[in-house]
């Protein structure tokens, strides 16, 4: 490896949402072709298996970063009780809870709760924290929820390192406008986590307008355009099932994710650009 080459993470979300998708996730890992995975404790498929299943892949020299993903938006319950607000006794869409949040409609503590529940949850099945905690559809950045995702961490996770998701100046591209709302989100994330003494990735890339008619092939080399060393970049690849089509838009998208990871085009992309995935057993965590 080249002494210029720049070590990135690479992170698939989801890992819990559906048999599939676990299984996808878990073929990559093994494969050398992810290094963190974010686990959603409040999705239905987590199950001690599932939980044994990943964990191996770690034993030895650890092969992945595991992450928890906080749940907070979609088709879930939430694992604590008295958590709102909730729509038919899950939770809301991401649309609705911005809206709420947006209108400082939301009450910090039941957050603070919910996310601390999820936190436990992390630690009775894995027997450990986690080494990064995020957001399912990014709810961390949103108001309101975003002070209480921060004080849970920094209360009981302050080893972990949280996502930020600003992208970096060479791919703030105008055209994009789902990277951009996620851009003005971020605004002032980062410091907040720096004033709590949480670490947070440099960089932050993967953001896509999630179409049919997607080429993820052809999005996914830009994504490492500028990006710096420990810089992230978040996927969703899997397997679609039976339980994720009941449970997530996202489904065939999943799939070219996954090719493209496992085929030979995705490691000479990296080459071509100087990257390589960074090496879990010695760098649990961004150098920022």
């Known amino acids: 490896m080249r002494a210029s080459t720049r070590r990135i993470w690479l992170c698939a979300d989801d890992y819990g949402i ?22 959603m404790m409040a999705a239905p ?9 990943l964990t191996m892949l770690n034993s030895g020299k650890p092969r992945a970063a595991l992450g928890l993903h ?15 607000p909730l729509r038919n006794g899950v939770f809301l869409s991401n649309a609705q809870l911005a809206a709420r ?11 603070a709760i919910e996310i601390a529940t999820q936190m436990q ?27 209480a ?13 949280v996502r930020q998701c600003g992208r970096v100046a060479a791919a703030r591209r105008l055209r994009d406008p789902k990277a951009l709302a996620i851009d003005v989100l971020n605004l002032g994330f980062r410091a907040k986590a720096a004033q709590l003494g949480l670490a947070t990735n440099p960089a932050f890339a993967g953001a896509y307008a999630f179409r049919a008619d997607a080429d993820f092939a052809t999005i996914f080399p830009p994504f490492l355009d500028g990006l710096p060393d420990s810089g992230l ?56």
């Not at 879930?76 to 009780?81: C, D, E, N």
């Open 18 to 39: 559906a048999p599939g998708v676990n299984r996808g996730i878990r073929q990559l890992i093994l494969n050398g072709r992810l290094n963190a995975t974010s686990v």
């Open 45 to 53: 498929h987590i199950d001690a298996d599932e939980v044994d299943a």
């Open 70 to 84: 906080v749940t907070l938006t979609g088709k879930f319950r939430p694992l604590s009780a008295g958590f709102a």
């Open 101 to 111: 949040a947006m209108a400082r409609r939301l009450e910090a503590e039941l957050f």
């Open 121 to 147: 949850a992390f630690l009775d099945a894995f027997g450990r924290l986690p080494d990064f905690v995020d957001g399912h559809q990014h709810v961390q950045l949103l108001p309101i929820v975003r002070d």
């Open 149 to 161: 995702f921060l004080k849970v961490v920094a209360e009981i996770a302050p080893q972990a390192w």
């Open 233 to 288: 970049v978040m996927c969703h690849p899997g397997y679609v099932d039976a339980a994720l089509k009941g449970l997530d838009s996202l489904t065939d998208l999943r799939e070219r994710e996954l090719a493209y990871f496992d085929s030979d085009a995705f490691p000479r992309d990296l080459a071509r650009r100087g990257v390589a995935l960074a090496d879990p057993a010695g760098e649990i965590g961004p150098a920022a």
